[in-house]
């Protein structure tokens, strides 16, 4: 089967990291042939180089690549993020190859012609949550599918733990990792939750990983906290989250939070906001705990909460981990390619 991926995402978030994991998967089926369609400056190039019969295809805009990726003669054309969608839609108006879209964020789509044509015009609609599907069928577009991010699996580096926790003596761990976008992941909410913790619990530190618009806004925020710190972007994050005791993760909007899974399998307790797609993987009390978005008092009441309750922390660790099986690159792989032998059969 002939697979173009489109990706035209200038950087590498949640959605990319999903978008790799997949073709990674998939190229390890013999029947696979896969072209990625995206920016000359894709992340996604460099991560990507070097997989097993993946070519690339320079689309740096939604009109830009179709006469390459038409002489290649698709089965199916995957979209993984809005523009990429309107590229996809473009090219089938071209070629009349059959499109997919997954739909990764719980944000409203915008109501106008061009989303209406190719949302309707796609042979399938994915939905990484229940928010997001439930949103995608009230536009009467045709069905959607549900298919979860999945954690990243794979090995880690014991050492990169073990030094994070040498650097902070003494200390409970609260790590946050996620783009410093404080509109979307609400970190100025963990920031508040420090201030109100620093007096009365002075060995929790909170570590912020990643980089993003809002990083220097952030920073100096946090400037007379001495249990804040920014610990920058980190690209193998996996080796750092053993070393944490806990993880809070206080977005103001989610579509589910793929790194949430990260967390899970590696083993730390959760607090989450009850927003989005979370809930859909942080099941209260058994998965982890949920707070009301925007609510530093109660993110630092429960910080506090798995602080004093190692039994707790631990029964949600062992929930979670329970359920991870369904959140595997090769569970996500199967039923995308279950879905692409579906559509091309009735194409």
């Avoid at 030094?163 to 003494?170: E, M, Q, S, V």
Wanted: aromatic fraction near 6%; proline fraction near 5%; charge should be positive.
């Amino acid at each position: 089967m002939k697979i173009i991926h489109v990706n035209l995402a200038k950087g590498y978030r949640g959605g990319e990291r999903q978008t790799e994991l997949l073709i990674r998967e998939l190229a390890t089926r013999p029947d696979a042939r896969q072209w990625l369609a995206c920016r000359r400056d894709s992340p996604l190039r460099q991560r990507l180089a070097g997989v097993r019969e993946l070519g690339f295809i320079a689309a740096d805009h939604q009109l830009a690549g179709h006469r390459a990726a038409g002489r290649l003669a698709a089965d199916i054309v995957h979209a993984h993020e809005a523009k990429a969608v309107h590229w996809a839609g473009l090219h089938h108006l071209r070629y009349r190859v059959p499109y997919l879209l997954t739909r990764r964020v719980d944000t409203p789509i915008k109501d106008k012609w061009s989303n209406r044509l190719f949302y309707r015009g796609a042979a399938s609609r994915v939905a990484i949550s229940m928010p997001i599907r439930q949103q995608l069928l009230e536009h009467g577009w045709g069905e959607a599918a549900l298919i979860p991010s999945v954690h990243s699996g794979g090995e880690t580096d014991p050492g990169v733990a073990r030094a994070l926790r040498a650097d902070f003596p003494g200390k409970y761990l609260i790590g946050h990792v996620g783009a410093l976008v404080d509109r979307h992941k609400g970190q100025r909410v963990l920031i508040e939750a420090a201030r109100h913790l620093e007096t009365h619990r002075p060995d929790l530190q909170v570590l912020f990983f990643g980089r993003g618009e809002d990083a220097e806004r952030l920073e100096a925020e946090a400037a007379g906290l001495g249990n804040v710190t920014f610990m920058g972007f980190k690209d193998n994050i996996g080796d750092y989250l053993p070393g944490l005791d806990l993880f809070a993760f206080p977005s103001r909007n989610e579509g589910l939070g793929s790194v949430l899974l990260d967390v899970m399998h590696a083993g730390v307790p959760i607090v989450a906001s009850r927003i989005g797609g979370i809930p859909d993987i942080v099941h209260d009390e058994e998965t982890g705990l949920l707070v009301p978005p925007d609510d530093a008092v109660a993110l630092a009441e429960a910080i506090g909460r798995l602080k004093d309750d190692a039994v707790l922390a631990r029964r949600l660790v062992d929930g979670a981990r329970a359920r991870l099986d369904r959140y595997t690159p090769k569970a996500m792989a199967e039923a995308y390619w279950g879905l692409y032998q579906g559509l091309v059969a009735i194409r």
